[in-house]
């Protein structure tokens, strides 16, 4: 077990990880540096970003620091080892908070699980990853949880939208693989989705297809409404025009008949028209509902009892291209029992998360209250030009007066 641990926290652990096997726990207290590896991927570039050790502008406690983002328009390559294991029957349970101060607009907030041996110094987003999870923004269109998993060479997004929390706040996100091939995907403690990787995800090809021989029977009737066979057009219906001499108009007086030719009553639309007569519809008798093809086996699906399987996990990582920096990690959790997950989420968020609103709520006040002062003395240099303009208009009208009266 990898573990960097914050003094308040080791009783709460100690009476915890008896339960529970604890593969990864990263708080980022002091040490954290030895125990993490800064990749060079984009240094050369120079489009590699730097990292903070903080508590971010606003928390619920200053004594637990996370990494941020620190750097505008640059790339984010970070990752940490551990024991390297398999979850084959056992839950794996991968967890981490995340915080935008920035109020994001593009950018993401995502972690990954590396398998098998990586060159740390080296990783970077063209390096391969087990699972891909957490909260991706950019713009309006792409507000979601990713939850991807990658198999032979291939990564296979959810199928399911989850959206993710868009605010500036410290939020936890908590994904769940059960050996049943079941999992949960929660944020701050509340289940959003949950499902089964053999529906949720393009894993595997699906168990049932449609019949691909088969066909519509020709007296399958899918019209759920036919014209009214007892309807009749009612007569004279044929010869109602389309339009009707207007009644209410008048000749001009200026019309000259040798001039503009002979006036004539214009027209306007018949509201007794119809337009083509059509009989009513009805309900059809003998609708059947729209024909779908039956169901059959795949005979291209061959079931994959390890589908939730993640072997030879090695290695936690970050690796990000963010447009404005600011996003603030911590608190990063791999294990095998939900329940830890969950307490763990509650003694070092959920104790804090009011403090921390509250914070937050005071910081905006600062700035608002900042942003009127600004305001106020931009009026009043303002004012102040103002003033001196009618300061020199009234002196040169005083001097014009004087030039008069000399003259006079």
Known sequence: MVMGRKTPLLLFFLLSVASAEVFFQEHFDDGWENRWVKSDWKKYEKMAGEWNHTSGKWNGNPNDKGIQTSEDYRFYAISAEFPEFSNKDKTLVFQFSVKHEQKLDCGGGYMKLLSG???????????????????????????????????DGQNHLIKKNVPCETDQLTHVYTLIVRPDATYSILIDNNEKKSGSLYTDWDILPPKKITDPNAKKPEDWDDKEYIPDPEDKKPEGYDDIPMEIPDNEAK????????????????????????????????????????????????????DDPDIYVCPNLKYVAIELWQVKSGTLFDNILVCDDPEYAKKLAEETWGKHKDAEKEAFKQSENKKENKKEEVDKDEDDSEEEKDDNVDDDEAVGKDKVDDDVHDEL
Do not use: L
Request: glycine share 8%; net charge negative.
């Open 117 to 151: 041996e990586v060159d740390q110094k080296k990783f970077g987003g063209e390096t391969p990853y087990s699972i891909m999870f957490g909260p991706d923004i950019c713009g309006y269109t792409t507000r979601k949880v990713h939850a991807i998993f990658s198999r």
């Open 251 to 302: 000749k001009p007086e200026d019309w000259d008949d040798e001039e503009d030719g002979e006036w004539t009553t214009p027209t306007i639309p018949n509201p007794d028209y119809k337009g083509p007569w059509e009989p009513k519809r009805i309900k059809n008798p003998n609708f059947k509902g729209k024909w779908e093809a039956p169901m059959i086996d795949n005979p291209d699906f061959k």
